[in-house]
Nanobody, 121 residues
Framework: QVQLVESGGGLVQPGGSLRLSCAAS????????MGWYRQAPGKQRELVAV???????NYVDSVKGRFTISRDNAKNTVYLQMNSLKPEDTAVYYC???????????????WGQGTQVTVSP
């Protein structure tokens, strides 16, 4: 199996910055896309940003120009740099990865446990 462990969430004032990290571990054979989703209270989980193994990125419109996703393939880690944070960015942020384990070539989706980001004065 593959485990995803997030870190870096917390409380920040509007206009502030946070950096989320997510490290993948386990019997990893290959990781394709890695990304970040978020879920605010009473709302559906939404894709925030995704990055392919080759570095191609995609963002939801509401975070373009403020958030940057990156990854370190050698460390199986994905990052989300969040700048100019707004109260509407408040949510639980989940790491997501599509990966295959050593004993199988089948790609599966994995989720982290989530980390809370709160943007408030």
């Amino acid at each position: 199996q593959v485990q995803l462990v997030e870190s870096g969430g917390g409380l920040v004032q509007p206009g502030g910055s946070l950096r989320l990290s997510c490290a993948a571990s386990g019997n990893i054979f290959r990781i394709n896309d890695m990304g970040w989703y978020r879920q605010a209270p009473g709302k559906q989980r939404e894709l925030v940003a995704v990055i392919s193994s080759g570095g191609r990125t995609n963002y939801v419109d509401s975070v373009k120009g403020r958030f940057t996703i990156s990854r370190d393939n050698a460390k199986n880690t994905v990052y989300l740099q969040m700048n100019s944070l707004k109260p509407e960015d408040t949510a639980v942020y989940y790491c997501h990865a599509v990966a295959a384990i050593i004993s199988s070539t089948l790609m599966k989706a994995y989720w982290g446990q989530g980390t809370q980001v709160t943007v408030s004065p």
